[in-house]
């Protein structure tokens, strides 16, 4: 088994590069990105839903590809949708 995949090989060869730069203010970004890690892991509703098996299936395949529970990738999905990261093509 390979020691490293090739996305974390260039990370260690952008890094070695000088390729990364430190924040001007490192306090307030940790800060900021904690409160959205914060309430990204909140989840205090419960919601229903009934969809086709065929839908459901390939959610499971793709949360398997994605490695995370099928949940957590229906509840990361409607998260980016809402907050306008996904965008509807026509």
Known sequence: MEK???????????YENDEW????DLKSDK???SQ???????KNKRINIRISER????????SVEEGLPYQT???SILHKYVSGKIIEQN
């Open 4 to 14: 490293y995949s090739e996305y974390e090989k260039d990370i260690v060869e952008s």
């Open 21 to 24: 730069q430190s924040s001007p």
């Open 31 to 33: 800060k900021k990105y």
């Open 36 to 42: 959205i890690a914060r309430n990204t892991i909140l």
């Open 55 to 62: 839908d459901l299936t390939k959610l499971k395949s793709k």
């Open 73 to 75: 990738l229906v509840s």
